[in-house]
């Protein structure tokens, strides 16, 4: 496992982003919508109101934000004067050769949420507020990077804030409760 020790936050990295996710929930709807019909001999669309109301409420999908997780980037202080952040993501989304995924494991053992990489940690100045933003975007940036060259295209998300809006120096006073 990595050396992170202090932990400031964590980042949802999710399957698809929050577009995507809707595309392809309103491609689903459309099969869904056509087999049914299909099945009917019937157009969905001719369908009674109650009905076609029932069937898509049986088709929903739940709110993307929470249910399309596939890992977090975890972001912290490794206990000295360095930025450090660890990836951590479900069992199942580890490729098929890694040790983790190696036994037979039921459904809710590939949901288990597993220690997956290191990223490289950055030297800071923990006096200087600017230093940790930078040292957070430059792991940021590294992690798009690990993402765009994995096979499945992960989207990391991040906040539609700065991070210049924390004070990530009194933070790590807080967390090393300590006298900086």
């Given at each position: 496992m990595?050396?992170?020790m202090?932990s400031?936050?964590?980042?949802?990295?999710y399957?698809?982003?929050?577009k995507?996710?809707?595309?392809?929930h309103?491609?689903?709807l459309?099969k869904?919508?056509?087999?049914?019909g299909?099945?009917c001999e019937t157009?969905?669309?001719?369908l009674n109101?109650?009905?076609?109301?029932?069937?898509?409420q049986?088709?929903y999908?739940?709110?993307?934000?929470?249910?399309?997780i596939?890992?977090?980037?975890?972001?912290g202080m490794d206990?000295g004067?360095?930025?450090?952040?660890?990836?951590y993501l479900r069992r199942k989304?580890?490729?098929?050769?890694?040790r983790?995924?190696?036994?037979?494991?039921?459904t809710?053992?590939n949901?288990?949420?597993l220690y997956?990489?290191e990223?490289?940690?950055?030297?800071?100045d923990i006096?200087?507020?600017?230093?940790?933003?930078?040292?957070?975007y430059t792991?940021?940036?590294?992690v798009k990077?690990i993402i765009?060259?994995?096979?499945r295209?992960?989207?990391?998300?991040?906040?539609?804030y700065?991070?210049e809006?924390f004070d990530?120096v009194?933070?790590y006073?807080?967390?090393k409760?300590?006298d900086l």
């Amino acid at each position: 496992m990595g050396v992170l020790m202090n932990s400031f936050f964590l980042l949802p990295i999710y399957k698809r982003d929050y577009k995507q996710y809707n595309n392809d929930h309103e491609k689903y709807l459309e099969k869904q919508k056509i087999w049914f019909g299909n099945q009917c001999e019937t157009p969905f669309n001719n369908l009674n109101t109650d009905l076609k109301n029932r069937m898509e409420q049986r088709w929903y999908w739940p709110p993307w934000k929470y249910n399309d997780i596939v890992g977090y980037l975890n972001i912290g202080m490794d206990g000295g004067k360095c930025l450090a952040a660890d990836v951590y993501l479900r069992r199942k989304y580890f490729s098929r050769k890694h040790r983790w995924r190696h036994d037979d494991f039921s459904t809710l053992e590939n949901q288990h949420i597993l220690y997956a990489v290191e990223i490289e940690k950055i030297l800071i100045d923990i006096n200087n507020n600017d230093s940790y933003v930078k040292a957070l975007y430059t792991i940021i940036e590294r992690v798009k990077c690990i993402i765009k060259k994995s096979k499945r295209k992960y989207y990391l998300w991040i906040p539609s804030y700065s991070f210049e809006c924390f004070d990530f120096v009194r933070a790590y006073k807080e967390l090393k409760n300590i006298d900086l």
